[in-house]
């Protein structure tokens, strides 16, 4: 249960960072809050040849919530974006899945933008990305570029970004007028990895009643996905609306796999489970919201 | 032009006193302190972050330090249990609240994930507001990312009841065992 051997460099620029990253070539990994990529290193299931520890890299650990929505520096620790006052009122659901993030002494270490390129389908900002239509700049050599979520996310544990690159930070857009946010995990202990969690968006007309229901789940299916829950409640009143109807709708939906904690029937309903609990909470919100 | 190593020097100053070592850069903190410099009161366990017995400070926030590595500390301020009791000035030592409610609890069985637990709540009790009596969800939070499998875990989350009772600033109206702390940890 120790790292592989492997070479170590921390640079104190962003350039500099890339530098080695060319220099070192395919073997290098870049490290941030580690609180992935270290248990990866110690279970020898990654051993890359250098590690380029991100880390005394200037300007990369600000939050910026605008109207449009919050930008996450690569080293805002979960902590950071879980107590930002500002970042939680543009987007609720940062700091309602950052709660859910592991434990605190994980959340003081981990980075948001870490968990996002570690890619894990068990992650909750990876999911939240997703249901926000959220994306991250990609810093290269030749310059910096904006990957969607859609684009970003390959497979467990693998995005589209290969070689000399740095994720430096990931953009959540903002929660449109009238919408409503809420999360929720089942977890064998608070702070484990969710055998099932949920995040959701319900957007309600100008008349108060649903027009926008979309959801996304966390440990279900082999990338972040999408699910649009609107056919099973549009135009129903948002205190009074069938969640159990689109709870049934989202177990239709998504495909989980089982494994060692949970058989996927067990999956499959724990989606539905979540899906009318938190829909029902994020409804109440929207309709608070559409008042203010 | 950025060094590429695989030894580094590093000076960490460990519950007060500066300290170096020259390791390589793969070593964990949680071994550098046991192998490197002898502190042995961090216990490792699970090696990947969850058990939480290798919990230490680093610049006063509480870290996995199986999730660290060495060289990533070089500068910085580590306290591990060995360093949560304070000096009485008279030669001795005073233990941390939350390791005098541990021994009054039977918050322990084993021991093996004691330093782990004392390190969590002791920054966990600090980090709260003393004055405010503690919730069984505050104390859930604090010890929920700590495993022991001696316990049940009834005595440890008593134990943080009466530590914060007894950190609480004298003048706090309280009803803990504990009473008439300073506040001062």
Partial sequence: ?292 | MTSVDTERSITVTVNGVPREATLPVRRLLSDALRHDLGLTGTHVGCEHGVCGACTVLVDGQPMRSCLVLAVQVDGASVTTVEGLARDDHQGGQVLHPVQETFRECHALQCGFCTPGFLVTIAAGLEARDKAAEITEEEVDEIVGGNLCRCTGYANIKKAVRHAAAAMRPTGADHTGHFGGGDGAW
């Fill in chain 1, 1 to 292: 249960m120790k790292p592989a051997p492997f070479r170590y460099a921390d640079p104190g620029s962003l350039d500099e960072a890339l530098d080695v990253l060319v220099a070192e070539g395919a073997g290098a990994k870049v490290l941030a809050g580690g609180q992935s990529l270290i248990p990866l290193l110690s279970m020898r299931l990654a051993a890359p040849a250098t590690l380029v520890d991100i880390n005394r890299v200037p300007d990369l650990d600000t939050v910026e919530a605008t109207g449009d929505g919050v930008r996450v520096g690569a080293l805002v620790r979960h902590v950071g974006l879980l107590h930002d006052a500002a970042a939680a009122r543009v987007q609720p659901l940062l700091a309602r899945a950052t709660a859910n993030v592991a434990h605190p002494a994980i959340r003081n270490r981990g980075t948001t933008v870490g968990s996002i390129a570690h890619a894990d389908p068990s992650g909750e900002m990876t999911a939240v990305l997703a249901l926000t239509g959220g994306s991250v700049t990609v810093a290269t050599p030749s310059g910096r570029s904006t990957v969607g979520w859609r684009d970003l996310f390959v497979g467990p544990l693998e995005t589209s970004v290969h070689g000399p690159a740095i994720v430096v930070d990931a953009f959540f857009p903002a929660l449109p007028p009238r919408s409503g946010t809420a999360f929720a995990e089942i977890s064998r202990r608070k702070g484990d990895y969710a055998v099932c969690g949920a995040g959701v968006v319900v957007t309600l007309s100008e008349n108060g009643t649903v027009s926008a229901v979309r959801a996304s789940y966390l440990s279900v299916g082999l990338v972040p996905e999408v699910y649009d829950l609107t056919d099973a409640v549009n135009g129903q009143a948002a205190d009074s609306a069938d969640w159990a109807a689109a709870g049934e709708l989202a177990r239709t939906l998504v495909d989980p796999d089982g494994d060692l904690h949970a058989s996927a029937d067990y999956r499959r309903l724990l989606v539905g489970v979540l899906t009318e609990r938190t829909l029902a909470e994020a409804a109440a919100e929207a309709v608070l919201r559409s008042a203010a």
